[in-house]
């Protein structure tokens, strides 16, 4: 196995660590990742037209997806506690899905892959919350509903002068 090949989280023993990430040079980064809800399409109507019950199901999805990646270093044992200078939410909309797009940016020492899918997860995981009671079939099950695809689709560091 190559230097890098080695496992970062680990020392040699295989205990694990979190990376020292102290001489590193501050960077601006960006990380960007989407996931996509599968739903019934009465209930994507629903969600359209303002009809679920518990309330504005894409402005909660959002506050909680902005909560989540503030939180990312508290739920992810090795993450960086890191500086979030800004998170775009993005949701498009179709017939029987909502896609979540989460971008996060951040100057310091590493990256915010994490934090972005956490938004996402997060995001994605609210608006099932929100729309349980639409999703349930009669016994009580989500045959319709599911999250999948989750994943970083874009990062960038930028050194700063």
Request: some cysteine.
């Amino acid at each position: 196995m190559s230097d890098e090949d080695d496992l970062t989280h680990t020392d040699e023993e295989g205990n694990v660590q979190m990376v020292d990430v102290g001489d590193k040079p501050d960077t601006a980064r960006r990380a960007v990742a989407r996931g996509t809800i599968h739903l019934q399409p009465s209930t994507v109507s629903a969600i359209r037209g303002d009809e679920i019950g518990k309330g504005d199901v894409l402005a909660t999805a959002r506050v909680g997806a902005v909560q989540a990646v503030k939180h990312t270093w508290e739920t992810i044992p090795m993450c960086h506690q890191i500086p979030i200078t800004n998170v775009e939410t993005t949701f498009d909309v179709g017939e029987d899905r909502i896609d979540l797009t989460v971008a996060v940016e951040t100057t310091g020492k590493t990256g915010c892959e994490m934090e972005a899918l956490e938004g996402v997860t997060t995001g994605l995981n609210v608006v099932w919350d929100m729309v349980k009671a639409a999703e349930k079939d009669d016994d009580g099950e989500y045959p319709d509903t599911g999250i999948e695809d989750v994943g970083v689709i874009e990062k960038t560091k930028r050194r700063l002068d």
